[in-house]
């Protein structure tokens, strides 16, 4: 019965301490370089005040867990996942998986589609990121938020 517990509880360290590794700055930061890199676009950097802002945000939607913008001073993508195991890096390749609707050569989206997402990903300009988690409350899912500094997605011009 030992070594059961103890094999169940390495598992349970284990699944926390990979998804803890999912939502690092870092994490979040390698995941839109990542991104970038791909178009040939420069790396974003952390950002503490930035990180702040949206920490604050996330926290303020916690209670209700809407996909709402912040309507604040940076570029901004918002996550919505029903299960609490969703990471920051779930989040950042959903925005990147938008790419396949994005048409560079016109930039524009697909009919239907959405890919704003992912142009702020890979917005040139936008070369500062700070993003947050947190887990709804009676476990409603996760919220999770990247504000981009300077914004980007400016109707008209290419991100890249």
């Known amino acids: 019965m030992n ?7 390495m598992v349970l360290a284990i699944l ?6 999912q939502n690092t700055q870092q994490d979040y930061v ?9 178009v040939g676009v420069g790396n974003v950097s952390w950002n503490n005040t930035v990180q702040t ?4 945000y ?8 809407k996909l709402t913008h912040s309507g604040g001073p940076y570029g901004e993508n918002i996550f919505w996942g029903s ?18 609707y994005y048409d560079h050569s016109t930039n524009t989206c697909a009919s239907g589609h959405q890919c704003g997402h992912y142009t702020q990903v890979v917005w040139r300009s936008s070369n500062q990121i700070g993003c947050a988690r947190v887990v ?7 919220f999770i938020i990247c504000n981009y500094y300077p914004r980007g997605n400016y109707v008209g011009q290419s991100p890249y």
Do not use: I
């Open 58 to 65: 996330a926290n303020s939607r916690k209670g209700d867990c």
């Open 30 to 38: 390698n995941t839109h370089n990542t991104a970038r890199a791909a």
């Open 53 to 56: 802002y949206a920490q604050t």
């Open 83 to 100: 299960a609490t195991s969703f990471t920051g890096v779930d989040a950042v390749n959903s925005w990147v998986d938008e790419k396949q």
């Open 3 to 9: 070594a059961l517990s103890l094999a169940c509880a």
């Open 136 to 142: 709804c409350d009676n476990n409603a899912g996760v």
């Open 16 to 21: 926390a301490h990979t998804t803890l590794a």
